[in-house]
């Protein structure tokens, strides 16, 4: 996995956005988020499709744990829960 850039993760009640610095902002609609987990306590990783997508804070105290959680939340509320959700 390639460092891609360096930006801000936002959480919408539909979907997750990272906003790159100096770059057009990206949506991963939550219908499309699969597979969403915690690798070595730190970092959020998911699919969308066939592409894994990873996440890193710099900021040590940013519980990936607790994003993941939020996501599985929400889909779950929404109507997008899958067995991942259930968990």
């Known amino acids: 996995v390639r460092r891609r850039a360096i930006g801000r993760l936002s959480l919408y009640s539909d979907s997750l956005e990272f906003a790159p610095i100096h770059r057009e902002p990206q949506r991963f609609p939550l219908s499309e988020v699969e597979g969403i987990n915690v690798q070595i306590g730190e970092r ?19 519980s990936a744990y607790k994003w993941m959680c939020a996501v599985q939340i929400l889909k779950r509320l929404t109507g997008l829960s899958t067995a991942e959700a259930a968990m």
Not at 44 to 56: A, I, K, N, P, T
């Open 44 to 62: 959020l990783e998911f699919y969308q499709g066939r592409v894994l997508h990873r996440f890193v804070s710099r900021d040590r105290s940013t």
